[in-house]
């Protein structure tokens, strides 16, 4: 596990160094998944700015590069007093690294000031309301969806909610330009919208900021975030309804029910509803007092997120080290479990911890393809045998018939008529530049493609996920408690069971070891429950991310029988050898676990 504060010990720049000429810094302030955030100065008149710079290791990563500069010119030519200020975007010469320099704000985030101070008054929810929501409205009339609104991507100078200012848009979209998300998912899971996981038609929209809004603002008024998160699935279903507000004050209680709809288009039509709408007498410049604030007591110091006063990093890349070395797993954990699984809402780097669920979905074939209730595709002959496709189910053949080489495989996670949600894995991504100008070019708009970087070891696991296309065969659904883990803790998770198949649950590691813990899959009617006690040996310390595969097949296969470790090239080339003679009706799901030392 990484800490933050010996980062700090060890910044990479000292006090002095001049960037470009322009800036110079001052002291570290803190580092994030991607990046150090710096306070410096303007060289002619010293003048205080934030900068975010990017760690070397990611200097030559190009989701990376592309998640910073597009935080950079979502926000270059907006100018509000709610929302930070972004300066220049640019690379310094002599170090070769990318840095933000934006607005230096001094204050803490809404996180930390509802963790010390309890919930807020009404007049000071008010205020931070009309505050966040006049930000937004000012964005989205610039065609950006900042899409991660939660307390800790808002910034509360002085304790003064007035003054409140909206930072991190590394994962904003604008209405020209899709986004490259590394971890495949845009948001914290407890504030992200029912249409970010693909419901109601899977279109992000500024209403999916007054969504996440109203989850902020019912947790200012608590002290509580509202229970919205979970397991994958225990997140999908409670964006299906209404959240419970029985304990928000009732003169805000209309307003979030109408902004926590769980249908966008039954919600306010835009931020600006959400600014007139009557809450009481308008306070005009109300400034919260400490004391209402604090309720008296003396203001705690902030935990673990110093640094987020100043700048927040774009969620953190997959990127890797020790990928020469061997890993191995001890697992000790062995115990039944319910198929309600304890998850955190997000990892501590703040990025989505959806865990990246890919399936293999069937290829097109001819005739009208529709949903066959487990998210694969069925076909229906179309009358006369003419061919009647709607616009979704060419954007998902498209995606399935797309081959973009021997480590590239692509699956749709939320598709509609304009918006393409995809998901991918590769050791390259590089191919997946091409797969989305092929896309622009063919569909007529830019898909949003979340890339999981693997090794060149792990390739032929993907090798493997790509080869079930085209098989008209039902998934097994995977579900992890979380995306990143560390050294040493516990994954929980669960799989889906289907009458008549097996079930094998198999681990690929970076260094391209292939481990069967199906044995420590817990029998259950409808779902087979899961505890791994995740440790390593005999690798360098870092990042490692490893495949966690679910197999169904209506056979006994032998490959699957088999429990000691073998070599990714050679299990996965058994495996299919075995099933194109003996079991055609082979289907995979796989999941993305980041394992840190």
Partial sequence: MRSESASLMRPHLAPGTRLNGIYEIDHPIGVGGMGEIYKGHLIETGDPVAIKMMLPEFSENEVAFTLFRKEASALHYLQHNAVVRYYVFTVEPVLRRPYLAMEFVEGRTLTDVITSNGPMPFEAARSLLHRVASGLQAVHEHGIVHRDVSPDNILIPQGDVTRAKIIDFGIARTAQHGTVIAGGFAGKFSYVSPEQLGLFGGEVTAKSDIYSLGLVIAQTLTGQPLDMGGTQFE????????????????RFRPLLEQMLQPDPSCRPESMAAVLTWPLGPAVAGLRAPQASVTHGAATKPAKNS?????????????????????????????????RVLAAPDADKSGTASTGGQLVAQ?????????????????????????????????????????????????????????????????SSVEPFRLFDSAFSRQLGFEPDIGVRQVTDLQCPAVKFLAGLRGRNVRAPHLDIDRATIHNGEVLSGMVDHYSGQQIALILV?????????????????????????????????????????????????????????????????????????????????????????
Wanted: net charge neutral; glycine share 10%.
């Fill in 362 to 426: 069937p290829a097109a074939v001819p005739g009208e393809l529709s949903p066959d209730g487990g998210g694969g595709l069925v076909n229906v002959p179309a009358a006369g045998g003419a061919s009647l496709k709607s616009s979704t189910d060419k954007i998902r053949d498209y995606i399935e018939q797309y081959d973009g080489g021997n480590c590239f495989f692509v699956t749709p996670i939320a598709i509609s008529e304009h918006v393409a949600t995809i998901e991918g894995f590769g």
């Fill in 235 to 250: 997140v999908i279903e409670k964006r299906r309804k209404l959240p419970e507000l029985g304990a928000i004050d009732m």
């Fill in 306 to 338: 110093s640094w987020f006063k100043y700048a927040a990093i774009a969620g953190a890349i997959a990127v890797f080290v020790g990928t020469g070395s061997s890993a191995v797993y001890f697992y000790a954990f062995q115990s039944p479990g319910s």
């Fill in 509 to 597: 590691s970076g260094s391209g070891t292939v481990q069967n813990v199906t044995s420590l899959l817990n029998p259950g009617t409808d779902a087979k429950t899961f505890k791994i006690g995740m440790r390593r040996s005999g690798v360098s310390a870092g990042r490692q991310p490893q495949l966690m595969i679910a197999i169904a097949s209506r056979s006994s296969l032998t490959t699957l029988q088999k429990t000691e470790t073998a070599r990714a090239d050679q299990f996965f080339a058994s495996l299919l050898s075995e099933t194109t003679t003996s079991d055609p009706s082979l289907s995979a799901a796989a999941r993305y676990i980041m394992l840190e030392q």
